[in-house]
């Protein structure tokens, strides 16, 4: 904080003045976002709606001198510009580098899914052919099993009937 009077008056009025120029720019930025949007949604009306509300935020922004009026001009220039192409049947697309860079980080993170997805069904799929590749194994030790127990089973039943035949020849 500085230490002379004059200056700290300075300081404070260099305060207001920066949030006075960062809410008039906002609002331009603002207008013209939304003007951008109803022409890349090819809406006519809309766009022929908010071309003078936009232009006004830019004029003001102009006029209280946080932006140059020769920006002012240009981009009143570039939004009247894409209106007039847009009524020509002139598809165009306005879009800033949030916007741009939005989508990209949403087209990446969609791809990021979509291999993370295969990958998973990737790794089910070998496991599941793991899973096969061990079940006969197992079969074959279960058939061996069963064809055990078969075995005593006819063994018990022979034994079962070589007992009743003795018994019927005494």
């Known amino acids: 904080m500085p230490n002379i009077k004059s200056a700290e008056k300075r300081a404070l009025i260099a305060d207001k003045k920066r949030l006075e120029n ?28 908010l071309l003078p509300l936009a232009s006004h ?17 240009h981009a009143k220039s570039q939004i009247g510009r894409a209106l ?15 916007t741009l860079k939005q989508a990209e980080q949403k087209a ?4 990021r899914i979509a291999l993370e997805e295969e990958a998973k069904k ?8 793991k899973e096969r590749a061990k079940a006969p194994a197992k079969k074959s030790t279960a058939k061996k099993a069963s064809e055990k127990s078969v075995k005593k089973t006819t063994k018990a039943i022979a034994k079962v009937a070589a007992d009743n035949d003795i018994e019927s020849n005494e």
Do not use: C, W, Y
């Open 22 to 49: 960062k809410k008039v720019l906002s609002e331009m930025k603002t207008a013209v976002k939304k003007f951008n949007t109803a022409i890349s949604s090819s809406d006519i009306p809309e766009a022929e709606r």
């Open 57 to 73: 935020a830019i004029d003001s922004a102009a006029v209280k001198g946080t932006i140059h009026k020769n920006k002012a001009n």
């Open 84 to 98: 007039h192409l847009l009524r020509q049947g002139i598809v165009v697309v306005k879009a800033d580098a949030k």
């Open 108 to 111: 990446a993170a969609q791809r």
């Open 122 to 129: 990737e790794r089910s799929l070998a496991r599941a052919e």
